[in-house]
């Protein structure tokens, strides 16, 4: 359910989402938030020399539920997708990937929000 090939079709931004706490919170604020969320991201996923296989697998799975709750409240929908496919699959030579591809779409989605701006 959770594969390679489906985070690929993802789109980008849960537009639905965006524009719903868009108009409830403004852009400004909504800005903020995304930027508190990306900080925090960074503190957990982007740590030097972060290494998935030194930790338990348990407490893996749910660093990586947790983050994708926080993205898809945003909006993140491909960003979401590639933590909920690090949290649904089995760790293994697949886990490099989707955090290899959950960098990219981190940025991606970090510079949609600034195209926002």
């Not at 660093?63 to 491909?78: L, P």
């Amino acid at each position: 359910m959770y594969s390679e090939q489906e985070l690929e079709q993802q789109p980008l931004i849960d537009d639905d989402q965006w524009g719903r706490l868009e108009n409830e919170l403004g852009l400004e604020m909504l800005q903020e938030f995304a930027a508190e969320f990306f900080e925090e991201t960074r503190e957990i996923w982007f740590v030097p020399g972060f290494d998935p296989f030194s930790m338990d697998e348990k407490a893996f799975k749910s660093m990586a539920h947790r983050s994708a709750g926080a993205a898809g409240t945003i909006g993140f929908k491909k960003l979401r997708f590639a933590f909920l496919c690090m949290e649904h699959n089995p760790r293994g030579e697949a886990t490099l990937r989707y955090l290899s591809a959950m960098g990219a779409v981190f940025q991606s989605t970090q510079d949609w929000v600034k195209s926002k701006q």
